[in-house]
């Protein structure tokens, strides 16, 4: 049902809810995971690819140590690093990866935050036709 599902990680303590959930499914599933951060800083949205920063370097990294956890248990997984706004990457992932179920851990912010802050979770949900798993981070 879900041969590839493509998990969004945004480098914070929310990314357990998600990573574990995504592991149980993914083994019962046997599904291939892809694990998705999108770098959103300055010189990530101004240099793209080409990015040089600190955050570039320690989301390569954090990417590989989420993805060698999804090995260890058994699971295909592969790591990509995006740049720039982080919902019209996902939806773009969606559609490039051939992904059939997205999968993320929401913030909770609620009307007034999602106000100010945006809310990547809304875009997605809105903008691609495959399932999309919301947890809503603990």
Avoid: N
Avoid at 14 to 42: C, N, P, Q
Avoid at 44 to 56: H, I, K, L, N, Q
Avoid at 115 to 121: A, E, P
Wanted: aromatic share 8%; charged share 25%; with cysteine.
């Amino acid at each position: 049902m879900y041969d590839k599902i493509l998990v969004t990680l945004d480098t914070t303590p929310t990314d357990r809810t998600i990573i574990e959930h995504v592991k149980a499914l993914a083994k019962f599933m046997h599904s291939r995971v892809v694990l998705l951060h999108v770098a959103d800083g300055w010189a990530a949205r101004t240099f793209g690819p080409d990015a040089v920063s600190a955050e570039v370097t320690e989301d390569t990294a954090y990417l590989q140590k989420v993805k060698a956890e999804f090995e260890a248990a058994g699971i295909p997984a592969e790591a990509e690093l995006a740049f720039g706004e982080p919902g019209a990457q996902v939806v773009k992932w969606v559609e490039t990866k051939s992904c059939d179920l997205v999968a993320m851990s929401t913030h909770g912010h609620r009307f007034v935050g999602d106000l100010f802050l945006g809310s990547t979770s809304r875009r997605v949900r809105h903008s691609v036709s495959v399932p999309v798993l919301l947890l809503r981070a603990k």
